[in-house]
């Protein structure tokens, strides 16, 4: 029979589409009590760079009875290959049509990637509406970052796990397996997940609003059910780390062997939704992090390895796991990488170390560029730490030296962001200085500022567009004037992820009209559309301003039925600490500041 295996001659990059990698794991359909589809709404190069794809994918089918098979968002030519020849997307492993899954589980990494989603359920025979599914429809849900604030997507599924996906995955595949043994229909089935500690149903609360569009009132119709509480691993140590990874055929975004080192931050900086909504901080053991890497090294065939955490310079053995860790793959010619490190972190013996293979490049993210904003948003960094890790970096020998700033930060002034360039400048200085010959190129890299849920500045205005503009204009003069360049996210993109951050249910509408209007792979520069986008809005009486405005301490947020841990209290204390440039110390070093996770 025909398939769209026949035509891939016709697409860019055949090899996304084919299945089959290394490691990869193909089971008997007639075996299974359960089809799980893990779907990614990016291209396969971005969706297999993401480890939680690898996680859930050995933990799912580390189960007998489990057939996990991957998906990915098709690219625009793929797209219209499968729209040509009516062809339904399906899974990599197995070929099996989305709509013939039990379970469609998205990761919801970027706000950016949500037309993707209506994409592939299109495109996968699953109806959009999750009021409009039967029992032979697959159950549609989504985990990830974005899950915090799931409402502008409520309609679209079932369910949403908030939080940590290791163990819960397994407790909603069985929850599902026993509906449908026991032949429940979809409402019982759905009470069934609602159990599940993490798990969050949308059809079981209803939203009302003000006249002004603000939210009235978020009531429960469940009984019992009344918030939902984020899913926490409290032991990465016991967590199982399966060595045997996927390696793809085609080149992806991050090509190398990943670990988790560790999970959460205790930094508490002000502006940083992951440092809040994955707190407690767990660290693995450097023991079994050798351990996993010298086994999947040989079960992958990789010669390069990335240590991750939201802080992996703050890694209690970093120091010793680096070391051990080139003792026994320099010989073999393994660099090891780590990703953008806090300025402070980074000093010459650690810099020393990673050198030993390959020099693979260092990002440092300062964020603001005076001491006074970084203090407002608890960076805890000062500039002396930048411009000795400038020094280092250049006396090793790196050519290259990134720096990530954002703009439009709370009480940020012009002023603030001339110290930018004055600091990048500086950096430049100290590299030249450091080094042995020419000092590294320093690339300067900013980005708007955007509020997110669960953080102490959920409640701040967004910059406007005319205002994000004018301000990175300012600082890409002031570079060009120290003969620096700025490489900057666009503020149209950052507009509409603004407001899709904080958004309600009344964005669905707007969603849905923007994936009818042709809105596809919003995330990559060259196919976003403002114009598409804004048109959307107009149609459904969306004024995108409305979400990006400050709110007010008593008005209701569209999430606040959700529960990270994380105290509102404790939020907004330190909104106000902010105002008063007063630092909050790390409670890893310092005493608990009683932010609400830890029991």
Not at 45 to 56: A, C, E
Not at 213 to 230: C, D, S
Not at 276 to 305: C, H, Q, W
Not at 585 to 595: A, H
Request: charged share 25%; net charge neutral; hydrophobic share 40%.
């Amino acid at each position: 029979m025909e398939s769209v295996k026949d035509y891939l001659h016709l697409v860019r990059k055949p090899s996304r589409y084919i299945g089959g990698e290394v490691n990869s794991v193909r089971k008997d359909l007639e075996k299974v009590s359960l089809r799980f589809g893990l779907a990614f709404p990016d291209v396969y190069d971005v969706g297999m760079s993401h480890l939680g794809i690898q996680i859930l994918y050995q933990t799912l089918n580390s189960r007998d009875d489990i057939a996990c098979e991957r998906v990915f968002a098709p690219w625009v030519d793929m797209e219209a290959l499968l729209r040509e020849k009516a062809f339904t997307l399906s899974t990599l492993e197995n070929s099996i049509p989305l709509n013939k899954l039990d379970i469609l589980g998205f990761s919801l990494q970027y706000e950016l990637s949500y037309t993707n989603i209506l994409n592939m359920l299109e495109l996968g025979g699953v109806p959009f509406f999750a009021r409009e599914r039967t029992e032979k429809d697959p159950f549609v849900i989504g985990g990830g970052p974005c899950a915090v604030n799931p409402e502008p997507l409520a309609v679209f599924f079932d369910a949403f796990l908030i939080g940590d996906g290791e163990d819960a995955v397994i407790e909603i595949s069985n929850a599902v397996i026993e509906a449908k043994k026991n032949k429940e229909d979809r409402l019982t089935a759905l009470k069934r997940l609602a159990k599940i500690e993490g798990v969050y149903v949308p059809s079981f609360f209803d939203v009302s609003y003000n006249p002004d569009f603000t939210i009235k009132e978020i009531r429960p119709l469940l009984e019992g059910y009344t918030e939902v509480k984020r899913r926490i691993v409290p032991d990465l140590e016991a967590l199982p780390l399966f060595a045997r990874p996927i390696v793809p055929f085609t080149e992806t975004i991050h090509d190398r062997l990943s670990v988790e080192i560790a999970r959460g931050c205790t930094r508490g900086c002000r502006f940083c939704q992951a440092g809040m909504i994955y707190r407690p901080l767990r660290e693995r053991s450097p023991e079994t992090v050798i351990g996993f890497i010298r086994e999947a090294l040989k079960n992958t065939g990789y010669d390069e390895v990335s240590l991750l955490s939201l802080s992996t310079g703050d890694y209690t053995m970093l120091n010793a796991l680096i070391s051990d860790l080139m003792n026994d793959f320099c010989p073999r010619h393994i660099a090891i990488s780590l990703p953008s490190l806090r300025v402070g972190t980074l000093n010459a013996g650690l810099a020393g170390e990673i050198r030993k293979v390959r020099k693979t490049g260092f990002t440092l993210a300062p964020e603001a560029g005076s001491e006074r904003l970084r203090q407002a948003i608890n960076k805890g960094i000062k500039e002396e730490d930048l411009i000795t890790a400038a020094m280092d970096v250049a006396a090793l020998g790196w050519r290259s030296l990134k720096l990530y700033f954002m703009v439009g930060l709370p009480t940020e002034t012009d002023e603030d962001i001339l110290e930018i360039a004055r600091v990048a400048a500086s950096a430049r200085a100290a590299g030249n200085r450091g080094a042995s010959g020419r000092g590294p190129e320093i690339n300067v890299s900013a980005a708007c500022f955007i509020p997110k849920p669960f953080t102490p500045f959920q409640r701040e205005p967004q910059l406007g567009l005319d205002e994000c503009r004018r301000r990175l204009t300012l600082l890409k003069k002031r570079l060009a004037d120290a003969r620096l360049k700025l490489k900057w996210h666009e503020p149209e993109m950052s507009l509409v992820e603004g407001v899709f951050a904080r958004g309600d249910r009344r964005l669905s509408g707007a969603l849905l009209s923007a994936f009818r209007y042709g809105a596809r792979m919003d995330g990559w520069s060259e196919r976003f559309s403002l114009a598409l986008w804004l048109k959307a809005f107009s149609d459904n009486g969306i004024d995108a301003g409305f979400y990006m405005r400050k709110r007010e301490r008593d008005e209701a947020l569209p999430w606040d039925h959700i529960a990270t841990g994380v105290s509102n209290k404790f939020l907004w204390r330190e909104y106000e600490t902010s105002l008063k440039l007063i630092e909050t110390p790390d409670c890893k070093l310092n005493e608990c500041t009683g932010c609400g996770v830890c029991d």
